[in-house]
């Protein structure tokens, strides 16, 4: 009993830790974020977001997040998220990220963020893949 038990707690634990998934539009795994680790598909990490700042695998700092602002490491705006809006420096609409779907600007659906904050789907969306 304590055997199965263990193994099915291990199997809920390893649910659980992968349970922020990002999908293409095919609903094809990309990636993963967990606990400020950005994972891709094959469960590498590929960044980190640590408080405020967003990092590369190497933890260089490549980005902020400050409030609805993205920053690049220069603290320089290169973004902004608004209501479900994701805007470049200038305010121009450049995707929207609603109801769990990533979309670009003319709405069409480019991809999922299940279980995802709404500003690191929009990090995910300036720095790691849908550039």
């Known amino acids: 009993m304590k055997t199965i038990l263990t193994i099915i707690f291990s199997f809920c634990l390893g649910l659980a830790a992968y349970s922020q998934r990002l999908s293409n539009e095919a609903r094809t795994t990309i990636g993963y974020i967990e606990d400020g680790r950005v994972f ?8 980190y977001i ?28 290169i ?6 809006r994701v ?6 609409t450049i995707g929207y990220i609603e109801n769990g779907r990533v979309m670009n600007s003319s709405r069409s659906t480019i991809g999922y963020c ?10 995910w969306f300036f720095f790691f893949e849908f550039k």
Do not use: P
């Not at 405020?52 to 690049?72: P, Q």
């Not at 805007?87 to 121009?92: A, D, P």
């Not at 299940?114 to 990090?123: I, K, R």
């Open 114 to 123: 299940e279980n995802v904050e709404a500003t690191y789907a929009a990090v």
């Open 79 to 84: 973004g902004y998220i608004d209501n479900g």
């Open 87 to 92: 805007m470049n420096s200038s305010r121009s």
């Open 40 to 47: 891709n598909s094959n469960k590498s990490i590929v960044g």
């Open 50 to 77: 640590d408080g405020n700042r967003v990092m590369n695998s190497s933890r260089n700092i490549i980005g902020y997040i400050d409030g609805d602002r993205i920053l690049n490491s220069s603290r320089s705006s």
